[in-house]
């Protein structure tokens, strides 16, 4: 059974009068919890200090990855930082796949934490504080869309020597790094071939996969593969060969496919990497004759 | 070549149980009989001779509520007078965000001065489907002849209430619709320069 409620208001107010002692997140109709953190408990002159934007979610809602899929909204993040400071760009973990009826979006559905690196100036006096500023913006989804923002700040004291790591959130930054992706090991070669209706992804390895291996393409851009169709993944010795259904909005004259490469293997879990695929047209026999 | 010959094989064999092919660009828009919110049944093909936009719409939908604080309705105004026809259309199902039955479909078009020919109830997703509408809201332009010649977002800067010169990328603003039937109706151009972009939004509520 669906409810639709007419106005947050009286969602809460009913929620409050079935459920007293629900968590804080039915009291914060943002449905999740946002802190900035430092990996490092200070900040030196020219150093860099990895900074996180932890999220922890309410169950069934989630955020999404930068390329949002179908739809929805990826976060972003506008910094106002001291002079002579820089801000990375946002260091995305491996999404997952969120599948809607009919559509597909790629984001995060657990507890995500999204890094950035800020790179401090040569002139920064030890013994002083900086203060660092961001307003993130997201938008979290569940069946329905909420926006969201919230401003943060980090105070961290400049010294001369390299800081300790912050113990206190060494496992969240472990875990965010254990999540992100790698470029694509040097021997493993790729190739694609566009069809009429399909892409084409082979992967050489040149080591041995198990059988159970499993591979998931997510794009980087819109409007280049069908993002809710089923991905074909097979193994073969030392390849994997991954069949995608292409976008009835693609450009006819697509030359590559950049994305994630995600591949699952027993007990080596998930790993993703950056790929950037020139694309070579070839009919294939298999499909039907346009 | 074997293993990619199979895979070949399988995908082409899941693409002939899956639904039909959405229009692209370029090809004639998918016919449909539509219900508008007055009873009235809409047949695409006969309304050839005119140009025709397709928006889809979902009244609860931050990004549909963004856009109708004044930019869309004003669009609307401006292009129907310069004889556009203009069809919201909700896919979304029963019990889900943006369902809205024939009198709150009416309620809704007379809260934001809405100022479309007609809204077309589609709660079975069936005209949403023929289009492979994304999200609300996702805008489609049919030329006279019935030919599909845009398909995506209906500007470059999401969740933007009041008109803005750039968008949050420091991009230009561009209102992909409004260029568009600029080219299209005034200019008499037979594509726009922009055609298709990525829509954005939130995802039409469709049946399972």
């Known amino acids: 059974m669906t409810w639709r409620p007419s106005s947050p208001t009286l969602a809460l107010a009913i929620c409050l009068v079935l459920f007293p002692s629900l968590p804080a997140f039915s009291q914060n109709l943002s449905h999740l919890k946002v802190e900035l953190l430092s990996e490092q408990t200070s900040i030196q002159p020219s150093g860099s200090v990895t900074v996180g934007f932890h999220f922890t979610l309410q169950k069934g809602w989630h955020l999404y990855w930068q390329n949002p899929g179908d739809s929805g909204q990826a976060p972003s993040i506008t910094w106002s930082l001291p002079e002579g400071f820089t801000a990375g760009e946002i260091q995305w973990p491996i999404p997952e796949r969120l599948t809607l009826p009919s559509l597909a979006d790629y984001g995060y559905t657990r507890d995500v934490t999204f890094l950035v690196a800020i790179q401090a100036p040569a002139d920064l006096k030890p013994g002083h504080m900086v203060r660092l500023s961001a307003n993130i913006h997201w938008l979290v989804c569940q069946e329905i869309c909420i926006p969201g923002s919230k401003a943060l700040n980090l105070r961290l004291p400049i010294r001369k020597k390299q800081a300790p790591y912050n113990s206190r959130y060494a496992s969240i930054f472990k875990s965010a790094r254990k999540n992100l992706p790698l470029p694509l090991p040097e021997e493993w070669k790729i190739r694609g071939s566009l069809g009429p209706k399909e892409i084409h992804l082979s992967i050489d390895t040149g080591e041995p996969l198990a059988k159970t291996t499993t591979a998931t393409f997510f794009p980087l851009h819109g409007n280049q593969i069908h993002n809710a169709a089923k991905q074909v993944s097979e193994t073969s010795e030392n390849s994997l060969f991954l069949g995608l259904k292409k976008s009835d909005q693609i450009a006819p004259d697509v030359k590559t496919l950049e994305g994630l490469l995600v591949v699952e293997q027993k007990n080596l879990g998930k790993k993703g990497y950056w790929v950037q695929v020139p694309l070579t047209s070839s009919p294939s026999a298999a499909d039907n004759p346009q | ?208």
């Open chain 2, 1 to 208: 070549m074997n293993k990619l010959l199979q895979v070949a094989l399988t995908l082409a064999a899941l693409s002939l149980v899956s639904t039909l092919e959405a229009a692209k660009v370029g090809d004639p828009a998918p016919d449909f009989t539509a219900t508008d919110s007055h009873g009235t049944l809409h047949k695409l093909s006969d309304l050839k001779g005119k140009f025709t936009v397709l928006e889809w719409h979902n009244q609860g939908c931050p990004f549909v509520k963004s856009q109708y604080k004044g930019k869309m309705q004003k669009l609307q105004s401006k292009w129907t007078a310069k004889g556009v026809q203009w069809f919201s259309v909700v896919s979304s199902a029963p019990d889900t965000e943006g369902y809205v039955d024939a009198a709150e479909a009416n309620e809704d078009l007379k809260k934001t001065k809405a100022h479309v020919t007609a809204l077309f109830l589609d709660p079975s997703g069936t005209i949403g489907h023929a289009y492979d509408a994304k999200t609300t809201p996702h805008m489609f332009i049919i030329n006279p002849k019935g030919i599909l010649v845009y398909d995506g977002a209906i500007d470059n800067a999401p969740l933007t209430d009041q008109p803005v010169k750039k968008n949050k990328d420091g991009e230009p603003f561009i209102n992909y619709l409004d260029q568009a039937l600029q080219e299209l109706v005034e200019e008499k151009k037979d594509t726009p320069s922009v055609s298709t972009t990525v829509p954005y939004g939130c995802h039409v509520k469709y049946k399972p």
